[in-house]
């Protein structure tokens, strides 16, 4: 069965979507193994910070990937830390956050030791810049040109972070949610579905007297689902693989024999609510008869052997 962290979000009529993000939470798919590390990093292994995992540099995005992350215990009382991944390197930050220098330099220090993309590197110091700001109740503050010039920032794309740090009383937040793609439609027909899809997040509704309660599923371990082009699917269940039968029309997919894994039904028909493009990845919102979204991105459009 998939484990997930369930949230009671509020209860209304309707998901109301924020300026910067399109879904209500943004917990990472975190892979169980990579979870435990982080619970043994932040040394309470039960305060369920291996799951409390949030993406700093993008929203709306819940595959575990390149980044800067955060992560904390469950309640308000535990301190909010930070790790970077990057490619197979996983570095978790120990210095502490009133130390704002320090982190800097540790940071760049880092940086240095990998292989990094310059401007993933200019996304990601904002990231980092950020959390020192909110950590230090500095925001809305500009950092200092000292503090700044101590960090040897020496790369091309240095004058654009410069500015978006020091700008007009602009928050780095802010920045950091214009670097974000926004969400572009994509037309919508059976060849759109050919592929490999990721799980990224499940919001389920719920009925109450009271109103409409939802709750949004991290879905770290439902595998990848392929939808060829001849009616057949296919997906790999405890390293089997195993087929299912699909048709597209009218914006509506219908499923059968599929693993109860993905939609809690071996046998039903999805409504296609939406499909566009985010953060370079494609994304389709299957609606089911209870009114709960699916959300998925595109992994590869190509046989499922080769993106598994």
Known sequence: MMRYILVLLFVMQSVQQTLAQRYPFQWVNVPDSISD?????????????????????????????????????????FPLKLFAVNGDSLYFFRTPSNKMKEYLEEW?????????????????SLAVINYLMHENNMEGVAFSDSILSHVNMSFEEYDCLRNKICSNGDSLAENIISS??????????????????????????????SGEKLSQHTCEEVPLICFESDGKGVFYENGKRK????????KKVKINNVSRIFFQKRNLQLL??????????????????SGDIYVLSLKKRNSPEEAF
């Open 272 to 289: 296609i609510r939406n499909m566009f493009c985010h953060n370079n990845k494609i994304y389709m919102e299957l609606e089911n008869e």
């Open 108 to 124: 760049l220090s880092y940086k240095n030791r990998v292989c990094m993309e310059d401007a993933h590197f200019v996304t990601y």
């Open 37 to 77: 590390i982080i619970n043994c990093k932040y040394g309470r292994v039960d305060a369920g910070a291996g799951k409390n995992v949030y993406n700093m540099c993008v929203y709306d995005d819940f595959e575990f990937q390149d980044g800067i992350y955060s992560y904390k215990g469950m309640g308000p009382h």
């Open 180 to 209: 974000n793609d926004g969400y572009h439609s994509v037309e919508m027909n059976v060849e759109s579905l050919y592929g490999s899809w990721y799980f990224q997040t499940i919001i389920y509704k719920k009925r109450t007297k």
């Open 243 to 250: 087929t299912f039968d699909w048709l597209y029309k009218r």
